[in-house]
């Protein structure tokens, strides 16, 4: 360990990375396993299926935490705020993977194979504008938001403008180009 308590090798930014990674790939692969359940008549039902396995990982995973929680020696207590909160925090993210799986099924309607590619660049473009603006709601910014820098403010339209386009354009699974306009026409033949 060094000094700011890290493992050696293992520090903020290695497991912000390692996220990006996974929730990256997550809207990929959630959106093959769907299309690889049983169609026809249960088609509707194949996202929510998919999800249902996706709780299930959770658990399996929070197994591992347990087993790591144990290797480094807990003592197995909770604060109620803490664990309320700390709930509270799960169901949002539950929530969000639930409507995740809704916004695929429903984006497969018009994009197909390429469904995440329109729907999770939406969902990373922003998701990190509402977290800034829940953060300063949380802790607000000294001098108030007045005070906020051109830079952050420039950051946030960016975010916002980067996951319109990427969603817009994204290259298909044949590899040219979605054009909104064609991506709908071609829906409809």
Avoid: D
């Amino acid at each position: 360990m060094n000094e700011k308590g890290n493992q050696k090798g293992m520090n903020w930014l290695t497991y912000a990375l390692m996220t990006v990674f996974f929730w990256g790939v997550y809207g990929v692969i959630l959106h093959m396993g769907r299309g690889l359940l049983p169609m026809g008549s249960e088609a509707p039902h194949a996202g929510l299926k998919a999800f249902l396995l996706v709780c299930l990982a959770y658990f399996l995973v929070g197994f591992v935490t347990i087993l790591v929680l144990k290797s480094r020696g807990t003592n197995w207590s909770f604060s109620a705020s803490g664990a309320g909160i700390s709930l509270l925090a799960g169901l949002a993210g539950a929530a969000g993977a639930l409507t995740l799986v809704l916004a695929l099924g429903a984006a497969n309607k018009e994009f197909g194979a390429a469904a995440a590619s329109a729907v999770m660049p939406i969902v990373f473009g922003g998701a990190p504008i509402i977290n800034a603006i829940v953060a300063m709601m949380v802790h607000p910014p000294e001098g108030g938001f007045k005070s906020l820098p051109l830079p952050f403010i420039l950051g946030i339209l960016l975010a916002a403008g980067g996951g319109v386009l990427v969603a817009m354009y994204a290259p298909t699974n044949t590899g040219g180009t979605v054009k909104p306009a064609a991506s709908a026409g071609a829906a409809n033949h």
